[in-house]
């Protein structure tokens, strides 16, 4: 629990700044409000240390890469409906040779 307990922050802080640039094109939200966009754009998948972020299916929409328990990379597509980065491609470390 302690490590769940310690990750939100970076996924707020993220949640924060992508909803704030996603606020700005769509949305009767007025300018200066603060709102929690954590579930709009992860759903109940909000959980894991977001390790980096690109563009992996070169569909010029920003793909989040989040490690999990100590084993799983999960990258979470961006999509164009709620939730926003949907968990897609799932690889196990533990498949890659240690070589
Ligand atoms: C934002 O929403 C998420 C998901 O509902 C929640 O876990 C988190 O605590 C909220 N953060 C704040 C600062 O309220
Ligand atoms: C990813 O794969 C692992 C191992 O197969 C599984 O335990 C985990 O639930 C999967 N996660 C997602 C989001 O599909």
Known sequence: MAAASRLPDSWVL?????GRLALLGVGP????????VTAELFGA???????????L???KQTDLFVLRERNDLIVFLADQNAPYFKPKVNVSLKDCPSS
């Open 14 to 18: 993220l949640a924060l700044l992508l």
């Open 29 to 36: 939200v007025p300018a200066r409000a603060l709102h929690n």
């Open 45 to 55: 998948e909000a959980w894991g240390t977001l390790a980096a972020f690109g563009d």
């Open 57 to 59: 299916n070169s569909d």
